[in-house]
Nanobody
Framework: QVQLVESGGGLVQAGGSLSLSCAGS????????MGWFRQAPGKEREFVSA????????RYADSVKGRFTISRDKSKNTVYLQMNRLKPEDTAVYFC???????????????????WGQGTQVTVSS
């Protein structure tokens, strides 16, 4: 069974940091672009960040640029999201996703994503 499992969410004060992980199992994601999305209560899911298969190309939503960093460890089949200088508006459920053989543009579009995790809650208090 192919799975993406997120971890690392929690409650943090504004200005603080959290590091999310997304571990893949059931197949290798080494050749896939992967990314993070988030969904706040009452809002649609939105793109946060993406990384290409080799880790050499990254893409960010304007709202998180300069504060969040995406990375991956292919040996661990895992993608990470380091979130710094968190704001209350970053509060959401964060999901990771992967597209078979796709690009960061594919991920950012939100369409054609083949695998999704179950999400992890991030809450930023003011």
């Amino acid at each position: 069974q192919v799975q993406l499992v997120e971890s690392g969410g929690g409650l943090v004060q504004a200005g603080g940091s959290l590091s999310l992980s997304c571990a893949g199992s059931g197949r290798t994601f080494s050749n896939d672009a992967m990314g993070w999305f988030r969904q706040a209560p009452g809002k649609e899911r939105e793109f946060v960040s993406a990384i290409n298969w080799s880790g050499t190309i990254t893409r960010y939503a304007d709202s998180v640029k300069g504060r969040f960093t995406i990375s991956r460890d292919k040996s661990k089949n895992t993608v990470y999201l380091q979130m710094n200088r968190l704001k209350p508006e970053d509060t959401a459920v964060y999901f990771c996703a992967a597209t078979r053989g796709g690009t960061t543009i594919t991920v950012a579009s939100g369409a054609g994503l083949d695998y999704w995790g179950q999400g992890t809650q991030v809450t930023v208090s003011s």
